[in-house]
């Protein structure tokens, strides 16, 4: 067997969690259809998955602490497969939030696990390499999107195309499963400083706001792109479409550059510099009245949002390292969690707040809360340096 190093798995690895999100979300106006769900049930389905990735984030931590995130990576990965090919099936509404719950539940325990296999490999080798495995998450996702588009076009039933996506998934995690990263034994973990709570440290409350305003902003930026565009800057529906796959494709590029940005300049000159970008892109896209300038803010807020992510959770395992070298699970697991109430609270937020006022000025709240990654990342970095300073005082 071909030896693939654990760069390589990981990558992959971090490439299927994106791919089986974009084998299924594609299809959902026909996983409705089948389960007969309308707007509102289909609403309430949809949360299951946000509940099932809440629900695995913590206790991903812990298992990838307890048996090693490399076994966390692939029973996580094996059970979204199988999750994926019986969501094809569901033929009610229940069953499909039951299945959504199942898909959000292995892929928020697989979320963690790959973060702390990515910090893993950064050890080993010493550079800033996470920003390059989440691109493998970005192109992975643009990629199945894409084939699911082409099953939709083909008219390919939702089980048919769950259960080759799947298959296909499972296949290439046993070719790569050999490389990724192995974890030392949990003895050797327990070697170290006592360990204070993730929630009782404030550098990992700013770090966790990092991710947090960017979910806000990514939720806002595929769920509300489209409309905004055709509200308030008079797109027509084909091309408005297109925005978010300006801005995924944008990020997923800008991704591949920023491990070169970080071990540049600093992470958190990168997070800042991001802020400023993505907050300038999408304030264009909020207050200029021309689809132009909107469709390059879009671009713009990509691009900016791009490290965010990657460079916060390599920054929490760096804060939960210890001296043998091993430690960082929870911490990850910890700023994952709070990451992913943004892309619980920020859709109905945004589209609350464009009740009242305006699809325009949500937008404009957007491009404040992607903003304020820029304060958050050097409130974490000041706050590193205290606990630095705090663990090298005398006993």
């Known amino acids: 067997m071909i030896g693939i190093s654990d760069r390589v798995a990981v990558f992959v690895v971090f490439a299927l969690n994106g791919a089986v999100y974009g084998s299924w979300a594609p299809r959902v106006p026909a996983l409705a259809d089948q389960a007969g769900a309308g707007p509102g049930t289909l609403g309430l389905a949809l949360l299951g998955g946000t509940a099932g990735l809440l629900l695995a984030a913590p206790l991903s931590g812990r298992w990838s602490e307890r048996f090693g995130a490399r076994r966390v990576m692939i029973a996580s990965t094996l059970l979204s497969c199988a999750v994926l090919a019986v969501t094809g099936l569901v033929g009610s509404v229940a069953w499909l939030a039951i299945a959504l719950f199942g898909l959000g539940f292995a892929s928020g325990a697989l979320d963690v696990a790959m973060n702390v296999g990515g910090v893993a490999v950064e050890r080993r080798r010493g550079t800033a390499i996470m920003p390059v495995f ?16 082409l099953a939709a076009a083909r008219h390919w039933s939702t089980d048919r195309h769950f259960l080759v996506a ?8 046993v070719l790569v499963h050999r490389g990724l990263p192995r974890s030392a034994p949990r003895v050797e973990r ?25 979910a806000v902003a990514e939720g806002a930026s595929s769920d509300w792109s489209a409309l905004l565009l055709v509200t308030e800057h008079g797109t027509g529906q084909g091309a408005a479409a297109l925005a978010f796959t300006a801005f995924s494709l944008a990020m997923a590029v800008t991704r ?37 300038p909107a469709f390059a803010g879009f671009v713009l807020a990509g691009t900016g949002l791009a490290a965010a992510f990657p460079v916060a959770l390599s920054l929490a395992g760096a804060a939960g390292k ?17 990451a992913y109430t943004g892309f619980l609270a920020g859709p109905p937020l945004i589209g609350g707040l464009a009740q009242v006022t305006s699809l325009s000025a949500s937008f404009v709240l957007v491009a404040v809360l992607a903003a304020l990654i820029a304060p958050a990342a050097a409130g974490a970095s000041r706050a590193r340096h205290r606990e630095r300073a705090a663990a090298e005082l005398p006993v």
């Open 134 to 149: 989440h691109a493998g998450f970005s192109f992975g996702g643009l990629v199945a999107s894409a084939a699911a588009g």
């Open 166 to 173: 799947a298959v296909v998934a499972a296949l290439v995690l």
């Open 190 to 214: 327990r070697v170290g400083q006592p360990r204070t709570a993730p929630a009782r440290r404030p550098v990992l409350w700013l770090l966790a706001a990092v991710p947090l305003c960017s």
């Open 256 to 292: 591949l550059g920023s491990a070169w940005m970080q071990r540049r300049f600093g992470a958190t000159r990168t997070l800042v510099a991001g802020a400023v970008v993505a907050g300038a892109g999408l304030l264009t896209s909020a207050v200029v009245p021309a689809a132009g």
């Open 322 to 338: 210890r001296a043998d070298g091993s430690g960082g699970e929870r911490e990850i697991a910890f700023v994952t969690t709070v």
